[in-house]
């Protein structure tokens, strides 16, 4: 690779930024991160963040770089220090019974045993998978440690108003500006689809719990606490709503047979939901520079990001061969 061409920049420092500017890093380029907020600001830091495909599209292409992905944070989650951790994952439903998604029979998982449902007077079916659960507190730093070892820079506190702002000496620029796209590159196909969970201390739970029917409810055991979830609904309102943490509290506390814990926290998010599908593709500027667009990941950031990550570096590599 000639050495100009080893200069790229990558805007936005959430889970999506992050994991391209390792692998970019770690392969030979030099990354540098424009964004205005970093790691712990970002819708990311709100995120459960258990590795299951939810609210992104396309679904078969959504399946395939879930999987890529699921391989990749399993490598990952040996080192200790990257606060990713196996865990047992039981959803269920209230009514009737869980059809087992098509993703979930290449990863073994098991219809319940009634035995099983927690609470069987209020669960109906449902099936167990393990699967990687993120503790975003812990892997958002170290993803950001990672990429600064192999050489990648930060430049933080930077708001853009379009993507050929960024100095013209970077030839190719990676866009991981999750909702904030809408604005960046004029994008009215995302819909901020607000997500707000009460993190609380640790619960006596024997496995992480998604309730797949209306109301969304899950728990999403980590190391030092549980995250509570959720609601899903198109808003761009990123204040924690009162009514939310209490409803949150009292459907948890119901299914789980617990009484209402106590709040640490109350975080909200706008899942970067795009409805013709996570926008993967390249772009070229009037300039002649390339944009490589990588967000539309909707509730599904960290579950896609290493398959996305991917596929964005393939494109690089596509771009270059034909320049
Ligand atoms: C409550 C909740 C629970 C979730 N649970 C899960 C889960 O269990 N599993 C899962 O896989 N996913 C989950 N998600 C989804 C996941 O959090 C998102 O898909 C993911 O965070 C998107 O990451 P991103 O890096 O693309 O965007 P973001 O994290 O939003 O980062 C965007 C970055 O771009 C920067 N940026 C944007 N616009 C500009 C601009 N104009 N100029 C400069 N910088 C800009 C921002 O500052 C930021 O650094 C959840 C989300 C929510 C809200």
Redesign the pocket.
């Given at each position: 690779m000639p050495a100009t061409s080893n200069r790229i920049a990558i805007?936005?420092?959430?889970?999506?930024?992050l994991t391209c500017a390792v692998l970019f890093a770690e392969r030979g380029y030099r990354p540098t991160i424009?964004?205005?907020?970093?790691g712990q600001q970002?819708?990311?830091a709100?995120?459960?963040?258990?590795?299951?495909p939810?609210d992104a599209e396309p679904l078969d292409q959504v399946a395939v770089w879930s999987l890529q992905t699921l391989e990749t944070l399993r490598d990952i989650s040996r080192d200790p220090a990257s606060g990713i951790a196996t865990v047992e994952l039981r959803v269920f439903a209230r009514q009737g019974m869980l059809a087992k998604p098509r993703w979930a029979d290449s990863l073994g998982a098991r219809p319940l045993e009634a035995a099983e449902l927690l609470k069987p007077g209020i669960f109906t079916s449902g099936y167990s998978v393990h699967v990687p659960v993120v503790d975003t507190t812990v892997y958002l730093d170290y993803l950001r440690a990672r990429a600064q070892l192999a050489g990648a820079q930060f430049s933080t506190g930077?708001?853009?108003?379009s993507v050929a702002e960024i100095d013209s000496d970077y030839r190719t620029i990676v866009n991981?500006?999750?909702?904030?796209a809408r604005?960046?590159v004029g994008d009215d196909d995302l819909e901020p689809h607000r997500?707000?969970?009460a993190v609380v201390g640790k619960l006596d739970l024997p496995c992480a719990v998604v309730c797949d029917d209306p109301p969304l409810m899950y728990a999403?055991p980590r190391t030092n606490d549980c995250v509570l979830?959720?609601t899903n609904e198109i808003s761009e309102n990123v204040e924690p709503d009162p009514g939310d943490t209490s409803r949150i509290l009292g459907e948890a506390a119901r299914v789980l047979g617990i009484p209402p814990p106590r709040v640490t926290q109350e975080r909200v998010?706008?899942?970067?939901f795009r409805r013709s599908g996570v926008r993967l593709e390249s772009e070229q500027l009037a300039d002649g520079r390339t944009v490589l667009h990588n967000?539309g990941?909707?509730?599904?950031?960290?579950?896609?990001s290493w398959g996305c990550a991917e596929a964005v570096f393939a494109l690089q590599s596509a771009t270059l061969a034909t320049s």
């Amino acid at each position: 690779m000639p050495a100009t061409s080893n200069r790229i920049a990558i805007i936005g420092a959430g889970v999506s930024g992050l994991t391209c500017a390792v692998l970019f890093a770690e392969r030979g380029y030099r990354p540098t991160i424009f964004a205005r907020e970093s790691g712990q600001q970002t819708t990311s830091a709100a995120a459960a963040a258990i590795w299951f495909p939810y609210d992104a599209e396309p679904l078969d292409q959504v399946a395939v770089w879930s999987l890529q992905t699921l391989e990749t944070l399993r490598d990952i989650s040996r080192d200790p220090a990257s606060g990713i951790a196996t865990v047992e994952l039981r959803v269920f439903a209230r009514q009737g019974m869980l059809a087992k998604p098509r993703w979930a029979d290449s990863l073994g998982a098991r219809p319940l045993e009634a035995a099983e449902l927690l609470k069987p007077g209020i669960f109906t079916s449902g099936y167990s998978v393990h699967v990687p659960v993120v503790d975003t507190t812990v892997y958002l730093d170290y993803l950001r440690a990672r990429a600064q070892l192999a050489g990648a820079q930060f430049s933080t506190g930077v708001a853009l108003r379009s993507v050929a702002e960024i100095d013209s000496d970077y030839r190719t620029i990676v866009n991981c500006s999750g909702a904030g796209a809408r604005m960046l590159v004029g994008d009215d196909d995302l819909e901020p689809h607000r997500g707000q969970v009460a993190v609380v201390g640790k619960l006596d739970l024997p496995c992480a719990v998604v309730c797949d029917d209306p109301p969304l409810m899950y728990a999403i055991p980590r190391t030092n606490d549980c995250v509570l979830g959720g609601t899903n609904e198109i808003s761009e309102n990123v204040e924690p709503d009162p009514g939310d943490t209490s409803r949150i509290l009292g459907e948890a506390a119901r299914v789980l047979g617990i009484p209402p814990p106590r709040v640490t926290q109350e975080r909200v998010g706008l899942r970067p939901f795009r409805r013709s599908g996570v926008r993967l593709e390249s772009e070229q500027l009037a300039d002649g520079r390339t944009v490589l667009h990588n967000y539309g990941h909707g509730g599904s950031g960290f579950t896609l990001s290493w398959g996305c990550a991917e596929a964005v570096f393939a494109l690089q590599s596509a771009t270059l061969a034909t320049s």
